[in-house]
Nanobody
Framework: QVQLVESGGGLVQAGGSLRLSCVAS????????WSWYRQAPGKQRQLVASIYSGERTNYADSVKGRFTISRDSAKNTLYLQMNNLRPEDTATYYC??????????????WGQGTQVTVSS
């Protein structure tokens, strides 16, 4: 069973920074595609950033230049460095990964989420 566990959320003032982490554990062969999503109350879940095919990345327009996605493949860990945070970044942040397991199967996995609250 593969699990994703996020950490690093919290309360921060506007203009501040946070670093989210997502650790994958279980029978993992490889993870080629990682993403961060977020969901604010009453809104749909939206893609924040992805990293894939080595180190290719893409970002939502609203976070470009402020957020950086990265990963440590040896540790099966995904990061999201969030700088210059704004109140509109307030949301629950979720880690998502396409995981190839040691049995040759592939599955789409989600973490439980970590809350980020930005005060004005």
């Amino acid at each position: 069973q593969v699990q994703l566990v996020e950490s690093g959320g919290g309360l921060v003032q506007a203009g501040g920074s946070l670093r989210l982490s997502c650790v994958a554990s279980g029978s993992i062969a490889r993870i080629n595609y990682w993403s961060w999503y977020r969901q604010a109350p009453g809104k749909q879940r939206q893609l924040v950033a992805s990293i894939y095919s080595g180190e290719r990345t893409n970002y939502a327009d609203s976070v470009k230049g402020r957020f950086t996605i990265s990963r440590d493949s040896a540790k099966n860990t995904l990061y999201l460095q969030m700088n210059n945070l704004r109140p509109e970044d307030t949301a629950t942040y979720y880690c998502n990964a396409a995981v190839w397991d040691t049995r040759g199967g592939v599955s789409d996995r989600w973490g439980q989420g970590t809350q980020v609250t930005v005060s004005s």
